[in-house]
């Protein structure tokens, strides 16, 4: 069924509305190990650092239920699904692939993190909130139909278009990804939907071996790939959003605008190899924004994909991120601060809620 949306109240009625935030505790059940990168540590040290900023209290909490499976199965494969379920409660250890572990709580943490979404794009729709941050894990933008993959096992940013073409009728969606990985699992699973445009700027030649170019393998599917070299940073990313997004953008008139939130393109990130700092990132948000307020009344959902020093202390706070310290910008001393996915998301926030 597809739910009608209220129109927009008369500027007499108005009143400002705040930006929501998304988050369940469910989500720090999935437990991959203190030698893995993606870790409940990170999502702790997200929302402690906006509660500590107060831009929790200026947000809107939104109430979070697992997302039901007939939302998970708009994208992913029925068998894998139970799949997913039975491999967490048997104790399989992983899931499909090394890189991305599991634990007895795995499958409900997906879920909820999917979930997130879900609530997110509700209350984006009926008017609650303008736009929303998603503080989830485990990530989603590498999980394919049918197979888990580079930490990630339902993709959560897929399943939120699939339910706002399902449950609101939304013509057209846009995908913003600026993960510093390409979201091969977002791009697959619109392959054959060319109401979705899916927008990626990530390092190139990098896992997952895909988005170095515009390719869609002959589907309908809009797909627009911006491989940069290792070592870009906020100069190099601004000018991809400012001049391949937003043109296509304005060609496409998104109905809602959805990013797939990674940090780990910032300067010191452990993994990803990249220098966008904070400003940067700001500036991304208000060009994303930008293009939902042009095209959609604002609404945008933003979903956290990955990110990899939760709290950019080099005094063990992040020990698999130390261990791999030569892909980051110069690894600190002991006690150092240096910037972190808290700083980052933090910087997103401010963006986001901006009046």
């Given amino acids: 069924m597809i739910v009608a949306v209220n129109q927009t109240a008369p500027a007499a009625e108005r009143k400002p509305l705040r930006t929501g935030f998304a988050f369940s505790e469910s989500c720090l059940g999935h437990v991959t190990g203190e030698s893995h990168p993606e870790t409940p540590a990170r999502l702790s040290a997200v929302v402690k650092r906006l509660a500590d900023k107060n831009l929790l209290s200026g947000m809107e909490r939104l109430s979070v239920r697992a997302a039901p ?16 379920r039975d491999a967490c409660r048997k104790g399989a250890g992983v899931l499909d692939s090394p890189d991305t572990p599991i634990s007895a709580k795995s ?36 999980a394919l139909r049918d197979r ?14 699939r339910y706002l073409q399902q449950r609101y009728g939304i013509a057209r969606v846009l995908v913003a990804d600026w993960d510093v990985h390409h979201g091969n699992g977002t ?43 290792a070592g870009s940073g906020d100069a190099e990313y601004i000018a991809a959003f400012r001049h391949r997004l937003v043109p296509a953008a304005e060609a496409f008139n998104p109905k ?62 992040s020990k698999a991120g130390e261990r791999r310290a030569s892909l980051a910008d110069g690894a600190s001393k002991a006690g ?5 996915l808290a700083d980052a998301v933090e910087a997103h926030v401010r963006a986001l809620m901006e009046r």
């Fill in 256 to 317: 809602f605008v959805l990013v797939s939130a990674g940090f780990d393109a910032r300067a010191g990130d452990p993994l990803g190899g990249m220098r966008v700092t904070d400003a940067g990132y700001t500036e991304l948000t208000r060009i994303v924004r930008g293009i939902a307020d042009r095209h959609c009344n604002g609404r945008l959902v933003s979903v956290l994909e990955g990110g990899y020093d939760p709290t950019g202390l080099a005094d063990g706070a």
């Fill in 336 to 340: 150092e601060r240096r910037a972190s």
């Fill in 107 to 142: 499958y409900e943490a997906a879920l909820a993190a999917a979930g997130c979404t879900l609530a997110a794009v509700d209350a984006v729709m009926t008017g609650r909130v303008r736009n929303a941050f998603c503080a989830v894990r485990p990530p989603g933008h590498h």
């Fill in 187 to 229: 791009q697959a699973a619109f392959h054959d939907d060319p109401s979705v445009l899916y927008f990626s700027v990530h390092r190139a030649n990098f896992y997952p071996g895909t988005g170095n170019g515009d390719e869609n393998d002959g589907g309908p599917g809009r797909v627009i790939n911006v491989p940069l070299p």
């Fill in 69 to 84: 499976l007939k939302c998970i199965t708009a994208v992913h494969a029925p068998e894998y699904v139970a799949r997913v």
């Fill in 148 to 161: 888990a993959m580079g930490f990630c096992v339902f993709n959560n940013v897929a399943i939120a278009a």
